[in-house]
């Protein structure tokens, strides 16, 4: 749904903002699209959250504003090290396949290098099972979920 911005203020610059959509404009949809905690777009952007619908105008809290909590998870720790380990992997692979790449010197460094990063990644995971191979990580085990690369 298009919208336009009709209100700033200087002082909730990073916070808010107004535009010129509210209820009336789900009036004739089959389902109201416009609501409180509906995501604001820009683009392929989530910029802001809906946060107060008016009849003809509704305020967008911004994702810089300080206060607000997305509905959202960022990968952080575990998360974050399993998908750091996949592009490792992945990376490894990629140069075993392609050694025009880089002269041996450099590409025996950089795995080297990589696989010091991996092996660090294993000696930090504390709340799975890493499953080795001979040179890469093969698997985390979570419970009974197994994630492969």
């Known amino acids: 749904m298009p919208a336009r911005i009709i209100f700033r203020s200087p002082n909730t610059w990073n916070s808010s903002f107004w535009i010129n959509v509210g209820k009336e404009a789900n009036r004739d949809l089959s389902q109201p699209i416009l609501a ?21 105008q509704s305020r967008v809290r911004l994702i810089t504003d300080s206060g607000l909590v997305p509905s959202v998870r960022v990968a952080r720790g575990d998360e974050q090290t399993k998908a750091i380990a996949e592009n490792v992997s992945d990376l490894l692979a990629y140069l075993s396949i392609h050694p025009e790449l880089t002269d041996q010197t450099g590409k025996t460094a950089l795995e080297n290098g990589l696989r010091n ?8 995971n504390t709340h799975g099972i890493w499953l080795k191979g001979k040179s890469t ?3 985390i ?9």
Do not use: C, H, T, W
């Open 141 to 149: 085990l979570y419970g009974a979920q197994m994630v492969r690369f």
């Open 137 to 139: 990580v093969k698997a």
């Open 117 to 124: 990063l991996q092996q660090k990644l294993i000696e930090k």
């Open 36 to 56: 409180k905690n509906s995501p604001v777009l820009v683009g392929d952007s989530v910029v802001g959250v809906v946060d107060y619908v008016g009849s003809y």
